[in-house]
């Protein structure tokens, strides 16, 4: 598989079944809301400020049972 790291990143996070990345863009997460964006089984969302995706992560987490993902340009938070 030839690509970049956001596409490594985003085939991975498919295939734990993940359905939405909330996070806030910049320096290394550029692209990764333009892979999500492309993507079959995943999508993007991009917030404001760095607590409204982390509280949106949270949130999926909690009322779904199912894996939600925050990324943010410091470092990637996984919610359970």
Same mark, same amino acid.
């Given at each position: 598989?030839?690509? !970049?790291?956001?596409?490594?990143?985003?085939? $991975?996070?498919?295939? /734990?079944?993940?359905?939405?990345?909330?996070?806030?863009?910049?320096?290394?997460?550029?692209?990764?809301?333009?892979?999500? $964006?492309?993507? /079959?089984?995943?999508?993007?969302?991009?917030?404001? !400020?760095?607590?409204?995706?982390?509280? $949106?992560?949270?949130?999926?987490?909690?009322? !779904?049972?199912?894996? /939600?993902?925050? $990324?943010?340009?410091?470092?990637?938070?996984?919610?359970?």
């Amino acid at each position: 598989m030839s690509g !970049t790291g956001a596409d490594y990143i985003v085939a $991975a996070l498919e295939q /734990a079944g993940v359905k939405r990345v909330y996070g806030v863009v910049g320096d290394s997460l550029n692209g990764l809301p333009i892979r999500c $964006a492309g993507a /079959a089984k995943s999508s993007g969302c991009i917030c404001g !400020t760095r607590r409204v995706p982390r509280f $949106a992560a949270a949130a999926e987490a909690h009322l !779904t049972g199912q894996l /939600a993902v925050c $990324a943010a340009a410091v470092a990637p938070v996984i919610c359970i």
